[in-house]
């Protein structure tokens, strides 16, 4: 802005020289212009309603769901700058933007950072919506993916066995929430190469999902691929490879992230954290 505002002033000011003595009509001038860009950028700053965030917060959420996590990183930390002067740090809607700006920041990778983001959202919304609210069951579902993704299966384990107990009550036994539980259940047991009872709550996730959502989509897709890796860990290919087909036809129909492996199936044998990789996990809507 600064280099902005001297360019704008040497563009207004040709007729002043500082080798001259300053006249009264140049001082003038130089005031006027100074208050009037002064103005510009106050008020260009202050044009921004609490619905023009809204809307960059879906425009963000959008970017989240296109796999563009950067961008959407960006604009969600606007987003949360933008909203405090309007809701302060005690509102939902602000929770809710650092639960999301902390799923981008999970996918970039960036887990200590996507921590941060999910703790502060907790903060935030445990007073705002209370402990038994489906936003809370989310951030800390998100949080126990954290754990998982520094092999802290064990830990994680514990969190998604006591969402589950805390959820089912609350919002049924086949709502999309239970199965981002079952599925992180079901991560954390393969960490502790226990196959058969990870596959178990797989089967239970793929279940709700189909029955929320269909046979095509991402969140179908991703448990099939995480059916299939755990099909090989147990060195049974003949089930890993029709579940790895499955998976990858629902997600190149998807969002196209399951990028073909040129090396077959049968011969891989990845660690349980690139399961993490085909996870698709909801964003919170204000």
Request: glycine share 6%; hydrophobic share 35%; with cysteine.
């Amino acid at each position: 802005m600064a280099k902005e505002f001297h360019q704008k002033l040497n563009l207004s000011f040709y007729s002043f020289n500082p080798e001259l003595p300053i006249s009264k009509f140049n001082m003038k001038i130089f005031l006027s212009t100074c208050l009037s860009l002064f103005l510009s950028n106050f008020l260009t700053a202050q044009t921004k309603t609490l619905g023009d965030w809204a809307t960059f917060h879906r425009e963000a959420d959008n970017l989240c769901k296109k796999s563009k996590y950067e961008d959407a990183v960006t604009l969600y930390k606007q987003v949360i700058k933008g909203r405090l002067p309007f809701q302060g740090n005690r509102h939902r809607d602000v929770g809710v933007a650092w639960n999301n700006l902390g799923v981008a920041l999970y996918y970039l990778g960036e887990n200590e950072q996507a921590q941060e983001a999910y703790e502060k959202g907790k903060k935030i919304l445990l007073p705002a919506v209370g402990a038994n609210h489906p936003d809370i069951f989310s951030i800390e579902t998100n949080l126990a993916f954290i754990q998982e993704s520094k092999n802290n299966f064990k830990k994680a384990e514990n969190s998604f066995r006591d969402l589950l107990q805390k959820q089912l009550p609350i919002i049924g036994a086949n709502h999309s929430g239970l199965a981002d539980c079952y599925e992180g259940l079901a991560l954390s047991l393969e960490g502790l190469e226990k196959h058969d009872e990870a596959l178990k709550h797989l089967e239970k996730a793929l279940q709700i999902r189909e029955s929320n959502f269909g046979e095509v989509h991402t969140d179908v897709g991703a448990t099939h691929a995480a059916m299939s890796i755990i099909y090989l860990n147990k060195a049974e290919f003949d089930k890993a490879n029709i579940h790895d087909k499955k998976g990858r036809e629902i997600l190149s129909s998807t969002k196209g992230i399951y990028k073909p492996n040129l090396n077959p199936v049968s011969r891989l044998k990845p660690g349980p954290a690139e399961l993490l990789k085909a996870k698709n996990k909801d964003l919170r809507i204000p």
